[in-house]
């Protein structure tokens, strides 16, 4: 088992790597539909039209392998637009059953655009289909293979009727467009995404492998620093609901298990950020818990363990991931205006970890690499000479 666990969780980490690329600032997003696959639980994207939000759970989706469904909902959508229409045979016989060939009841991962405005007819019959993989309409019962399903909306529902459709989302995560700083960055990588590049695609029976792993961890040892840090929202005014509260634990188990761990520790508790309802308990959440989170690692989602603690383990890992990328990438010496831009990137590594990390502090998984980036930099140093 433990072969087959490293098998899967390597082959997972690897399609999530390619299904990122390109898309800047949300690698914390991809990773997230990754998570709440392997825990069994649901994600709610939040942000404005036009943040790609559609095209990470696109990949993410694809990345993971399965059966997928997506769909924009309106005011005037109709039930059959997500579930399929009355099966007209069976309807002569005086039996109302939904054809669910290619429509949501039949996906492994789903995307729903505009969530919350879906009519009180699709909401009802989506609160089953999330909460117990079952779907019920008219005469039809039956069990969804549903893995996860990931609701997007430009901002969280006031209507106090959406609160227990909305609660079904365990998983939260506040998008906002990309900064002036990385917009260069943003056009190279959008336009990486026009590229006909095969990315590496994991299997269902891959996901299933880590989601087993997730499902049979030991949380004892972290179950008690989980309690305090819940202690610790609580008295700072940020309250989660005993079913989040509870549910929280699948997210800290599929973090483990995704960065290879059977046993999850206090480095996997920064999914917890992920489980506070509102942006604003997010960022507060992050304040109170700084210390708490200061240990937060995660090789395989690194992106999302940054993002939630902002923690210099996390933020060493993902130093160290995009400084190998790059030295893996060197242009041929020929190149000379290519060289050029990809040492002053390499540069900008340099310059990150020495700004983030002092010199006797430097984690093991920046240790090598800054020697690496020092021999390359001295080399075309002494070369130039």
């Given amino acids: 088992m433990s072969g087959s666990f490293e098998v899967a969780a390597a082959t997972v980490r690897d399609a999530l790597t ?44 694809r990345a993971l392998g399965g059966s997928y469904f997506e769909y924009l909902l309106g005011r005037f959508t109709e039930p059959s637009e997500i579930f399929g229409p009355v099966d007209l045979r ?47 309409r008219g005469h039809t ?12 909306s430009n901002a969280l529902p006031e209507d106090d009727a959406l609160a227990a459709f909305s609660d079904r989302f365990l998983a939260r995560i506040f998008v906002e467009p ?7 960055e943003l056009l190279t990588g959008g336009a990486s995404l026009w590229q006909d590049a095969v990315p590496r695609v994991a299997s269902l029976d891959a996901l299933d492998v880590v989601a087993g792993v997730a499902r049979g961890a030991d949380l004892g040892p972290v179950r008690p620093h989980l309690a305090q840090a819940l202690r610790t929202l609580r008295s700072a ?42 942006k604003e308990a997010q960022a507060l959440a992050r304040d109170v818990l700084r210390d708490v989170l200061a240990a937060s690692e995660n090789t395989a989602l690194p992106a999302a363990a940054l993002e939630a603690s902002a923690g210099p383990l996390a933020r060493a890992q993902r130093i160290a991931q995009a400084g190998q990328v790059l030295l893996e990438t060197r242009p041929p010496d020929e190149d000379a205006d290519a060289l050029t831009a990809w040492r ?5 590594v340099a310059r990150e970890m020495d700004a983030g990390f002092a010199p006797e502090a430097l984690p093991d998984a920046l240790r090598a690499l800054r020697g690496e980036v020092a021999a390359v930099l001295g080399d075309a140093a002494s070369r130039a000479a």
């Fill in 90 to 136: 069976k309807l002569r016989e005086g039996v109302v059953e939904t054809e669910t060939s290619g429509m949501l009841p039949e996906a492994e991962v789903a995307f729903l655009d505009e969530v919350f405005l879906g009519s009180t007819a699709i909401l009802n019959t989506l609160l089953g289909l999330l909460n117990e993989r079952t779907f019920r």
């Fill in 178 to 184: 990309v900064p002036d700083s990385r917009l260069e």
């Fill in 344 to 348: 002053l990137k390499l540069e900008g």
């Fill in 237 to 278: 005014g940020i309250g989660l609901s005993d079913r989040r509260a509870v549910k929280v634990q699948r997210l800290v188990a599929a973090a483990a298990a995704l960065a290879g761990r059977t046993t999850p520790g206090v480095a996997d508790l920064w999914p917890l950020i992920y489980a506070v309802p509102t």
């Fill in 141 to 152: 019962r039956k069990q969804v293979p549903l893995r996860i399903c990931v609701g997007a």
């Fill in 18 to 61: 390619d299904a990122g690329r390109g898309l800047v600032e949300r690698e914390a997003m991809v990773e997230l539909v990754a998570l709440s696959a392997v825990a069994g639980e649901h994600l709610l994207v939040i942000g404005p039209p036009g943040t790609a939000k559609s095209e990470a759970v696109r990949r993410t989706a």
